[in-house]
């Protein structure tokens, strides 16, 4: 098993101070979104196990969830898919302060690092499951960003790895305005061949190009 961290500087405990937007590691503005505990909870109870029972995702191995947030999937994931390793990593560092108390309050054995998906600190092909629940439909840097995050997915998957990706339809349901006219750069990463789709959610499985 390849190690996960790549050669950085130790990531720092955020304070858990107030702020929307947040300056990120490749330049540009993120602009965080509201807290809504409805959606939270919805997505824990319901989202979430429909998406690995309507996808089949495998249980073991080595996942990351990038976005993670407030850490609402992470308890859930560990619980339905009981993985190896555990990591979810997230741009905003008063959710990854949110983040690591949910951890810790729900006994989890999983890191949260306050990262961007557009330069994540991994070795190449550390992971088995990538999870996003939109966030790569919202990065800073437009198409351009969003492609760099892609690329970075890719990049850590391993080949034969599972990346599992929200749809335009999912996103459209639950961001309306902010969704407009925004969609994923698949051309940037051919080895991200689609397996399946289940309305709200996609599967993509690492390939090499070419296959």
Not at 75 to 100: F, I, K, N, S
Not at 174 to 182: I, K, L, M, T
Request: aromatic content about 6%; some cysteine.
């Amino acid at each position: 098993m390849p190690p996960l961290l790549a050669d950085k500087p130790p990531v720092q405990a955020a304070r858990p101070n107030v702020t929307t937007v947040h300056r990120t590691k490749e330049g540009g503005a993120y602009v965080a979104f509201d807290n809504m505990e409805a959606r939270n909870g919805l997505q824990e109870r319901l989202e979430i196990p429909m998406m690995i029972r309507a996808l089949g995702l495998p249980s073991g191995g080595r996942v990351l969830e990038v976005g993670c947030g407030r850490g609402v999937a992470l308890p859930v994931l560990m619980q339905r898919l009981a993985p190896e390793v555990l990591v979810g990593v997230d741009v905003d560092p008063v959710l990854v302060e949110l983040a690591r108390r949910r951890v810790a309050d729900s006994g989890i054995d999983a890191s949260v690092l306050h990262e961007d998906v557009r330069d994540l600190p991994f070795e190449s092909a550390s992971f088995d499951l990538v999870i996003d629940f939109g966030t790569c439909y919202h990065v800073s840097g437009g198409t351009r960003g969003a492609s760099h995050a892609l690329c970075e997915i890719a990049r850590v998957l391993r080949v034969g790895g599972l990346f599992v990706h929200e749809t335009p339809v999912a996103q459209h349901l639950a961001h309306p305005v902010r969704s407009f006219g925004r969609s994923l750069p698949w051309s940037s990463t051919p080895s991200l061949k689609r397996v399946r789709s289940a309305v709200l959610w996609t599967l993509r499985r690492k390939r090499f190009v070419g296959i």
